[in-house]
Structures are given as C-alpha cells and as structure tokens.
C-alpha cells in the first residue's frame, strides 16, 4: 500500500508518503516527509513538482487532515461528493482552513486516477465524546441545539499524538493518567485528558477561542465584539480579519506573528505580546487542574511547543505552585524537561500527525 498525507496548516502544507504491507498495515511506514511553508505555486503545481522531485508513484489513497466537518462529519470519512459538499458547508467554522483544504483535496482530484480513494480526518474528532458539560455553550438551549451551537474543539490529531507518545513515556499511569496537552504553533490549543477521555480543550465553535496565537487573537469578551460592530461600524468580514489574520502576537506586538523573532528583539511590544501568550497558556495549564483533579503530565507541540524554550520556561514557571520544577538544561534540549523531583512530568514530543492520518486511511483500504 501507498499512502499520502496532506496536512494543509493555516500557514504551511506538510506532505507525508507512507507504505506497508498490503497483508498487514500496521507495518505502515513513512519513506518521506516534506514541508512548505509558502506554496512556489498553486495547490496542483506543487503536487505535480514534489511528485516528480520525490520520484512518488500514484497512490492508493490520500489523507487529508481536515479541521471541521460540521455537525455531521467527525469519524474519517471517504470524500465523495456529498462528503465534499458537506466539507465546503463547514467552511463558516474554519475559514483559514477548510477552504485550504479542499483546494489540496481538489488538486489530488486532478493530478491522481479517479480511482485513488481521498480520506477526511478531522481536527474535531478525538473531542467528539467530551463532556456535555465542556461542550454546550450557555446559550438558550433551543438557538443552540437547532445551530448546532457549541464546543467542537481542534488540533485533536496533534493532542491524540501527544497523548499515544506520553502514555508509552508512562506505562505507571493508568492510560496517562491526568495530563495536560500544549500545541503551540500558528495556531494553539489546550486539552485536558483524563486516561485517555478527553475532558476540556481551549479551541471552541470555531479556531478562534481559547489561546492567544500568531495571528488569532483567542478569548475575547463577546461584548466588546457587540461594540465593535455597534460603534466602529464592523461587518462579518472586517471581524473575522480582525480576530482571524490581525490579532495575537502580531496584533500586540505590531512586528511579527513568530514568537522566535519576537524574543530576538528588545520592543517592549514584543514582550508584552510574549507575556499575554505565556500566561493565557499557564491560565488554562491550571484551570485543568480543577477539571482533572490534579496534572501528572504537561505535554508541549507543534512549532513553537517543541523548538522555543523560552516559551515553555515562561509558561512553566508560572506554575511552580502546582510543584512543577523544569529543569533549564534539559529545556534547552527537549525530550523530559521537567526535574526529577518535579510533581509533574513536563515533556516535549515530536508530533506526528501524519502518521495518524496514514494510519485512518489503511481502515479504508
């Protein structure tokens, strides 16, 4: 079997080739992976150089990570036409990324035999069995239930690599016991997972709620939007541009979205958007403590949660109350980062969504 991995970022494309044994799937393996941060070209253009660059055969299938897939779609699905439709009806949930998206599923369309199978994984599924009570907003239960109005939560391939990786780390722990997962890159997230259950995550109705990002400005009073559209004259568009492309760190900090570049400058603005992002992040680092009962574990990933030390020193030390100690050596190189003595097992992982998304496209083949 020969599987692709299309993971389409806000920001980035990262294509994965993976294969196995036709006999045997968990022999899945991965012989490439490449990533782009800014597409030379369009969608098919790119396919078709990476294609010939790599020397990639035609594939049996091809999985697409997928942010949302509605109210209707969480479990991998096979994208035939009505699948598709429901993916573009979905974009109103996450317009930086389903409309993405659907363009790479549409340049595979058209570079591939029509009989090569396309597959969904959606960011929303490992949330899709959170507690009522995380996911129901307090809205007027009818508005919201006819809507479908609530808490769908991302990033959930990223937190589940996370999860799979801490519980190997921990066998002691009863499916990884109480743990925290960070993923800090363009886009950032919380989730709190009690053995294996998810039980809370940061990202809501849509991308935009929970911490603050590169360019996502994360919580904000609902109020204040009221009075933005009431007072300054915002429509739907010019809102979404704001919270979506202008906000975060390179809203606060008025010079750049990278949490890197930003701690390579001495701008006051600069550090006070790194300030806001490491405490909104301890913030919800501690709130899950409430709803797991105490943290054994504090996982970081993605770009920044895994390659900026400066960042998981300053959100960790925010939470020295709880008894957790880092050890800065060990930050610096990743791996374990927490001190032998800390109560809590701090770590960095490497995630691996792609793997994920090869492994969900072998159950169709």
């Known amino acids: 079997m020969n599987i692709w991995t299309l993971n389409a970022g806000s920001s980035s494309i990262k294509l994965g080739i993976f294969v196995a044994d036709r006999s045997s799937p968990a022999s899945l393996r991965c012989v490439l ?10 969608e098919l253009a790119t396919l078709e150089t990476l294609l010939v660059k790599h020397g990639a055969q035609l594939p049996d299938a091809i999985a697409h990570r ?56 959606f960011d929303t599924a490992f949330f899709a069995t959170l507690p009522e009570a995380a996911w129901r907003y307090a809205l007027p239960r009818k508005l919201a ?14 937190h589940l690599s996370m999860w799979k990786q801490f519980v190997a780390l921990r066998p002691d722990l009863d499916h990884g016991g109480r743990l925290v997962t960070l993923q800090l890159g363009g886009g950032c997230s919380a989730a709190a997972v009690l053995n294996g259950a998810p039980q809370d995550t940061s990202m809501g109705f849509s991308p935009l709620e929970g911490l603050v990002m590169a360019t996502r400005a994360g919580d904000v009073d609902a109020g204040l ?21 202008e906000s975060g760190l390179q809203g606060v900090s008025g010079l750049s979205s990278s949490a890197g570049e930003l701690l390579r400058t001495d701008d006051p603005h600069a550090a ?4 806001i992002y ?34 998981r020193a300053a959100i960790l030390a925010r939470l020295a109350f709880m008894g957790v100690q880092i050890d800065m050596a060990r930050n610096q190189a990743g791996g374990r980062i927490s001190a032998d003595d800390s109560s809590v097992d701090c770590r960095v992982l490497a995630v691996d969504e792609e793997s994920e998304l090869a492994a969900a496209a072998t159950r169709f083949l």
């Open 278 to 311: 490491c405490r909104r992040a301890a913030k919800y680092v501690a709130s899950y403590a409430a709803v797991l009962g105490g943290i054994d574990g504090i996982c970081f990933g993605g770009g920044v949660g895994e390659n900026v030390p400066e960042v």
């Open 33 to 42: 992976r490449a990533r782009i941060e800014k597409l030379p070209a369009g």
């Open 272 to 275: 006070l958007a790194l300030d």
């Open 66 to 121: 997928v942010v949302h897939g509605g109210h209707r779609l969480s479990e991998p699905t096979v994208i035939d036409e009505a699948a598709r439709a429901a993916l573009a009806a979905a974009a109103s949930f996450a317009p930086l990324h389903n409309p993405v998206a659907l363009r790479w599923i549409d340049a595979c369309r058209a570079a591939c035999a029509t009989s090569v199978r396309q597959v969904a994984v």
């Open 225 to 245: 939007l009221v009075h933005l559209q009431r007072e300054l004259g915002y429509d739907p568009a010019a809102l979404e541009s704001l919270l979506s492309r």
């Open 145 to 158: 239930d006819m809507h479908h109005l609530r808490r769908y939560g991302f990033h959930g391939i990223a």
